[in-house]
């Protein structure tokens, strides 16, 4: 795993800019949604872009930073990979609502630092209402109590929602105004939280480098990955970035173009 395997980063923010760092313009998440004929990639460029855009509106729009919390209740997509390292860049700590739950957010609470509740997409437990939501538009009852609550379409090309529901904001409409750079005022460190359950970045990080060491990932791995058979973003976004690999994301996948999709994305390993 080169210096993936050699370095440790303190947080999941600095993960990312370490893997963005081995080449800005290399695709680092190709998303395909075999229901809708979706291909969208994102150089490392262009999700960094994203996930500064993410940042700054969750500091400088809505004034949230450390100690604050938000709810995520979306499926593997290449705008929740944004939405996820963006809440991280911020200094926000994270409840993870289980995507094949409707009612995710009521689910209980993982063992407090371990590697499951990392994984898990099941929630990550708080007493406290988020202070932000970021919603699928059929998973609108997971903002409950949400101070800012702002819901995803995930339609091709990001394009926004034609009927936004009343109390939400729609997020690709909203965060495109932002800047595209990020730094935050107060430094994030490895034991600030990263999940509501106390998860803090140093474990979330051990983790995810545990499940690269364990499929044996590389830098220089295509990793081909079907949504519908990953738990939670350990799998399907941590994972390949603690190993500094690029990731082809894949939706509703059709069987009959696996072949062809593996040839075409030079895929190395396939997570199916």
């Known amino acids: 795993m080169g210096i993936f395997a050699e370095k440790k980063f303190a947080t999941v923010a600095a993960l990312f800019a370490a893997v963005v760092a081995i080449d800005p313009t290399r695709p680092l998440l190709t998303y395909y949604d075999d229901a809708t004929a979706e291909r969208t990639e994102l150089s490392g460029a262009t999700l960094d872009n994203w996930v500064a855009k993410t940042a700054n509106m969750l500091v400088d729009g809505l004034g949230l930073g450390h100690g604050d919390r938000a709810t995520v209740a979306l499926p593997p997509h290449w705008q929740a990979a944004a939405v996820l390292l963006g809440c991280w860049s911020a200094g926000l700590s994270l409840s993870l609502a289980d995507p094949t739950d409707p009612a995710g957010s009521a689910g209980s609470a993982q063992p407090a630092g371990s590697a499951e509740s990392a994984g898990s997409a099941r929630p990550a437990g708080s007493a406290q209402p988020a202070e932000v939501a ?113 990731i082809v994301l894949c939706a509703n996948s059709d069987p009959a173009a696996l072949a062809a999709r593996q040839a075409s994305e030079r895929v190395t390993r396939t997570l199916t």
Do not use: K, Q
Not at 190 to 209: F, K, M, N, S
Not at 216 to 222: E, K, M, Q
């Open 134 to 246: 970021f919603v699928a538009i059929d998973r609108l009852a997971d903002a409950a109590g949400a101070g800012d609550r702002f819901v995803l379409g995930l339609a091709p090309m990001a394009l926004p929602l034609r009927d936004v529901p009343a109390g939400y904001t729609d997020f690709v409409a909203e965060v495109r105004g932002h800047g595209d750079r990020f730094r935050p005022s107060t430094p994030i460190g490895g034991t600030d939280p990263a999940l509501t359950d106390g998860t803090d970045h140093d474990r979330l990080y051990a983790a995810a480098l545990d499940a690269a060491e364990r499929l044996a990932l590389s830098p220089t791995d295509r990793v081909l990955v079907d949504a519908a058979r990953v738990d939670g973003p350990l799998d399907w976004l941590l994972a390949p970035l603690a190993a500094g690999a690029s």
